[in-house]
Each structure stands twice: as structure tokens, then as C-alpha cells.
């Protein structure tokens, strides 16, 4: 569903009914969306110019909806012991390639985000999946093709075994990306996850290669932090966002918690960040040169 439907929906979903301008500050969208919106599906709602309320078949939409995101089903205690059985059968984080796992209330927190915002529906991607989220949002009852790429052919082994076993619509792609992305990967995906190498060299491959994958109302989820005395590092991460045309929708402060990554306090910020028509990857082709951080990143 059109994510402007669904907050409007969702809003109205209570039984509440709500002036247009109400209808605005309760589901955060633009009087243009609501009015959009309400053109659209003119079956979905009930409005008399002045109130707006949900009609029955907006109600039965809205409760389709919320089953197919998963939102309002039992929660992470049904499939948490899941998870963790999974990541207990990765080997020691590999320093070699970033890699510091998150805890598992993080990754919860990632699966429940990326399903309430319905982006498993839009075509979901993970650049590097060595916390195994890919798998959380499966566990947390995504209805669609998951699909993860990485370098590490052990994490796809984990992702192919587990999709095996339960019967998961999901994808496992051997790629490194200082390679360019297949050709049958670009354009594709409504939202990319990616939790980049430290280093800046790393950081702007990996945004440069989601900006290739991505369709023109796409989303990107990156996480990255900085220590307070080392904030320029964050603001160097800001710019390349800003350089590659991504729209800055929303941070999540100390999303994201570590078994280490000291150096960070442990803890980095999820950013959500939208497609513009200004969009570009900045890094194509082939790539050569360290992009991990078993050195400290350039000033």
C-alpha cells in the first residue's frame, strides 16, 4: 500500500473522525497527500468536506495492511530465542571487514522498524548482513522476497540454511562491492539497509552502490556514529548523504547498540533517508584501496 494511504488510514483506523487539518498533524503528511489520497481511494473514507472518518472498506484495507507488516501480531519474545540460536552459530566478528555484531534488542529494534514502515513489501535489500537482520525481519513475519548481499560467505551460508529450513522468500548474493552491482540489481529495490565500514572510503561506496540500487521513491536505513571527540567524522558522513542527493527524513539516536565498537561508545545513530530527483552514486566501476577500519579513518 502507498505509504501516505496507510498513515492516513491509520490515523482515521480508531473510528476517530477528523478535520482535514487534523487529519494532517496526526498522519504527518502534506494537505496535498490527504487531499491525493482521499481522490484516489474515494471508498476507503467517508467526507463531507468537513469530517473525514474511514469507511468500512478503508477499515477492512487498513486491517489487511497491518496483518501483511506484521504490526499488532504477537511480539519479539515469539521469535527473539529464534534469532539468537541463528547468531550464535556465526564465528568471531571478522576485524577484517568491520564487522562488530549488534545486539540482539538492536537487531530487534531494526526487524520492527522495517516492518512497521512496510519496506519488506517495497523490495528490501542488506548491504552486508553480519547482524543476520535480514533473517529477524523474516522471523517478524515479512510477506515478501528479503533479499541480502555480502562478502562474507559464511553469513550467506547461515541466511541459505535458515531460508532452507523455514521456507523463506529470500535472496543470498555473494558480491563485494568494490565490484559494481549487477546490472539486474539496479533500480530495484524500494529500501537498502546497510550498517557501512567506519572509515569514510567505505561509507561512500556503500551509499554510492545503494544509490544504484534504489527506485525513485526508494529509501535508504544507514547507520553510522562518533564519538563526541570526534564529531567532524560524522559530519564528513553527513556531507557524502548530501553529495550523493539523499534527503535526510529522519535520525534515530543510539539506535544501534554493539558487543564493542568502544571507540563509538558502542552505540551509533540509525539515519532513514529518501531517494531525490538529485540522486547519484558518487563512487562507479571498479574500486581499489582499503575502505575498512583496521587503521583510523583519514582526518
Known sequence: MYEGAFRIL?????????????????????????????????????????????????????????????????GAEAWRDAYKAMA????APKREL?????????VVRRAELLLEAGE??????????????????QLAGASRKVTAL????????????????????????????????PKAMRGRYGAVFTDPPYAVEGFRLFVSRAAEMLKPDGRLYICFGQSRRASERGLQKQRVLGEAGFLIEAVFEDFNHYQGAEAIGSRSALWRCRVTPQTKPLV????????????????
Do not use: N
Not at 50 to 60: H, Q, Y
Not at 173 to 179: E, K, T, W
Open 88 to 91: 550464535a552459530e556465526r564465528s
Open 150 to 181: 555480502d562478502t562474507d560467505e559464511e553469513v550467506l551460508r547461515i541466511l541459505a540454511r535458515h531460508a532452507e529450513q523455514h521456507g523463506w522468500e529470500h535472496d543470498t548474493v555473494h558480491h563485494d562491492l568494490r565490484q559494481p552491482i
Open 284 to 299: 562507479r566501476g571498479d574500486v581499489e584501496g582499503p575502505l575498512y577500519t583496521s587503521r583510523s579513518p583519514d582526518p
Open 10 to 74: 491509520r490515523a482515521l483506523g480508531d473510528g476517530r473522525s477528523l478535520s482535514r487539518d487534523e487529519v494532517v498533524h496526526v498522519a504527518g503528511e502534506a494537505s496535498s497527500v490527504v487531499r491525493e489520497v482521499i481522490e484516489r481511494y474515494p471508498k476507503w473514507f467517508e467526507d463531507d468536506e468537513r469530517r473525514i472518518r474511514c469507511s468500512e472498506r478503508g477499515l477492512a484495507a487498513l486491517a489487511r495492511e497491518l496483518v501483511a507488516r506484521g504490526v499488532g501480531e504477537a
Open 98 to 106: 568491520d564487522q562488530i555484531y549488534a545486539t540482539t534488542d538492536t
Open 120 to 137: 519488506h513489501q517495497r523490495g528490501l535489500v542488506f548491504l552486508g548482513d553480519d547482524d543476520l537482520t535480514s533473517a529477524a525481519v
